[in-house]
């Protein structure tokens, strides 16, 4: 994001980002046909060395018994199926640290103007907020889809999902390797679905991507992250392993590996 970013109004920002994030939708299709979509989590969209990538928290697929392959975006303005051709592997997924709790694919390249087109936005992780400006933030912003704002009309083949915008203060780490934001205010009762949300700080004036959600605390009021640089590292590192040949994306646009 950059300083036009603060110029717009309340309502063209929160469009915006409900171009950016996303509600997970887990893909049954191979095992019900009429009741083939269903899920909780939240997922959103990087653009890296002009790359785009979904994100999300590995635990969003692991606590529903879903795979990689059946994680499913849906665009406001075009009924357009998200083609993956890279996915990062991480050697520990079994049991993942709370920092490695993620799931990163890779958007076909040829559907890029499709995709943007249809209203998909992404955020620039290249210039993501680190650790160290975080003591600099004026404030820090997260978005996500609460469980309790999710409804799935079969019948008609409608899914209902409710864009949360909450706001945090930094606070002591809870967890290690992560970071933690006190949300103030207004906050849904239960944070179950907000695994994956996007976290957003301004920093001098810039609205930066600063983090995943991964872990929270009902009673605590508190959400924990994964830190924006550490995301930005493994998008490097699949670029870099891309670019030396260790790893080979999938032409069908099915799912292939990367370890980061």
């Given amino acids: 994001?950059?300083?036009?970013?603060?110029?717009?109004?309340?309502?063209?920002?929160?469009?915006?980002?409900?171009?950016?994030?996303?509600?997970?939708?887990?893909?049954s299709e191979h095992l019900d046909e009429h009741y083939s979509h269903g899920g909780i989590g939240t997922a959103f969209v990087l653009e890296y060395c002009g790359e785009l990538f979904v994100v999300t928290a590995l635990h969003v697929l692991?606590?529903?018994?879903?795979?990689?392959?059946?994680?499913?975006?849906?665009l406001?303005?075009?009924?357009?199926?998200?083609?993956?051709?890279?996915?990062?592997?991480?050697?520990?997924?079994?049991?993942?640290?709370?920092?490695?709790?993620?799931?990163?694919?890779?958007?076909?390249?040829?559907q890029h103007t499709e995709l943007y087109a249809a209203g998909l936005v992404s955020l620039n992780a290249a210039e993501c907020a680190f650790i160290e400006d975080y003591s600099r933030a004026e404030s820090f912003d997260v978005f996500g889809y609460p469980e309790a704002g999710r409804s799935y009309d079969y019948e008609a083949n409608v899914l209902g999902a409710q864009l949360h915008w909450l706001k945090g203060e930094l606070t002591a780490p809870a967890v290690q390797g992560l970071c933690t934001l006190q949300i103030r205010g207004h906050?849904?009762?239960?944070?179950?679905?907000?695994?994956?949300?996007?976290?957003?700080?301004?920093?001098?004036?810039?609205?930066?991507?600063?983090?995943l959600v991964t872990l929270a605390s009902n009673e605590r009021g508190i959400?924990?992250?994964i830190p924006a640089e550490k995301i930005t590292h493994?998008?490097?590192?699949?670029?870099?392993?891309?670019?030396?040949?260790?790893?080979?994306?999938?032409?069908s646009g099915s799912v292939d590996e990367g370890r980061p």
Avoid: C, W
Avoid at 98 to 105: A, H, N, Y
Avoid at 187 to 211: E, Q
Avoid at 242 to 247: F, K, S, Y
């Fill in 76 to 110: 406001r303005n075009a009924p357009l199926s998200i083609l993956f051709d890279l996915r990062a592997v991480f050697r520990d997924e079994s049991d993942p640290d709370p920092d490695s709790d993620l799931v990163i694919l890779r958007i076909v390249k040829s």
């Fill in 234 to 251: 493994h998008l490097d590192e699949m670029i870099r392993m891309e670019l030396a040949e260790i790893i080979v994306p999938d032409d």
């Fill in 187 to 211: 906050r849904p009762n239960d944070f179950n679905g907000m695994s994956g949300s996007v976290v957003i700080a301004d920093v001098d004036g810039l609205m930066r991507f600063a983090g």
């Fill in 1 to 27: 994001m950059t300083d036009s970013d603060q110029y717009m109004s309340e309502n063209e920002f929160r469009d915006m980002m409900l171009g950016q994030v996303h509600p997970v939708i887990l893909s």
């Fill in 62 to 74: 692991k606590n529903q018994f879903a795979a990689h392959d059946e994680l499913r975006i849906l």
């Fill in 223 to 225: 959400l924990n992250f």
